[in-house]
């Protein structure tokens, strides 16, 4: 079975600063997918960024980045000019691209880190 | 505009009710999951539909059950409520096929249990 681990339960930031959130996750799997979602204080869970593990260049959207370590088994997720709309819990999660397996489609996510911005 | 909505933002039962929690898509995804989230757990998948009819156990599945009569919703019960079912629940609805398919989440539902 996958698991995902966020090791840092709370990271705080400047306003306009860079934050990195760390990730690593433990798969047999070659194919799958890895994601970073943000949730909100009382607001809907929504996706960041993904990245496919067969892709060696790393995602970006904007302001977020990843740095994807597929040996080392990492996913950080890289936030630069940090804003306060940033604040949220973040998770990061992962998803086997297997078709036909029993865990094909499933998201096991990681334990969440709650980022704080500092105005 | 994407939507997954679920019936109730906070619900607040007695141990051994019976508890039905809602969740629609008007997406026309085929994929349905609930999910519960804790503190230091992170979320934690309870069951799954990848059709009408059809349902898959999660990695927590004691103690619930679900339903999936029509495509748009998919029903999470806790036949007999228990404190340790106090939680948050999150409903997501996904496209079915390979792919780097996203998931959509609803708002979720804080159940508390007395």
């Known amino acids: 079975a996958q698991t995902v681990t966020q090791s840092q339960p709370e990271m705080s930031v400047q306003e306009a600063e860079t934050v990195t959130l760390s990730c690593t996750y433990d798969?047999?799997?070659?194919?799958?997918?890895l994601f970073w979602y943000k949730q909100p204080p009382s607001r809907q869970m929504i996706l960041v960024i993904r990245?496919?593990?067969?892709?060696?260049q790393n995602a970006t959207e904007n302001r977020f980045s990843v740095n994807f370590q597929k040996a080392a088994k990492s996913f950080s997720l890289k936030i630069s000019d940090s804003q306060l709309g940033d604040a949220a819990m973040y998770f990061c999660?992962?998803?086997?691209?297997?078709?036909?397996?029993?865990?094909?489609?499933?998201?096991?996510f990681g334990q969440g880190t709650i980022l704080t911005v500092h105005p | 505009d994407v939507k997954v909505t679920q019936s109730s933002r906070y619900l607040v039962k007695r141990t051994g009710e019976k508890v039905f929690l809602e969740c629609v898509q008007d997406?026309?995804?085929?994929?349905m999951f609930w999910y519960r989230q804790d503190p230091g757990l992170g979320l934690r998948l309870i069951y799954f539909?990848?059709?009408?009819?059809?349902?898959e156990k999660g990695d927590i599945p004691e103690g619930y059950s679900v339903s999936r009569e029509k495509k748009e919703r998919f029903s999470l019960i806790l036949e007999s409520a228990s404190t340790n079912q106090t939680s948050m629940y999150l409903c997501?609805?996904?496209?079915?096929?390979?792919?780097?398919?996203?998931?959509?989440f609803g708002p979720g539902t804080r159940l508390t249990v007395l």
């Open positions: 997501a609805s996904s496209p079915a096929g390979t792919g780097h398919n996203e998931q959509f």
């Open positions: 798969t047999s799997e070659s194919d799958y997918y």
């Open positions: 990245q496919e593990a067969y892709k060696q």
């Open positions: 999660a992962y998803r086997s691209d297997i078709a036909g397996g029993t865990s094909y489609g499933k998201l096991t």
């Open positions: 997406m026309d995804h085929e994929n």
């Open positions: 539909s990848y059709d009408v009819k059809m349902k």
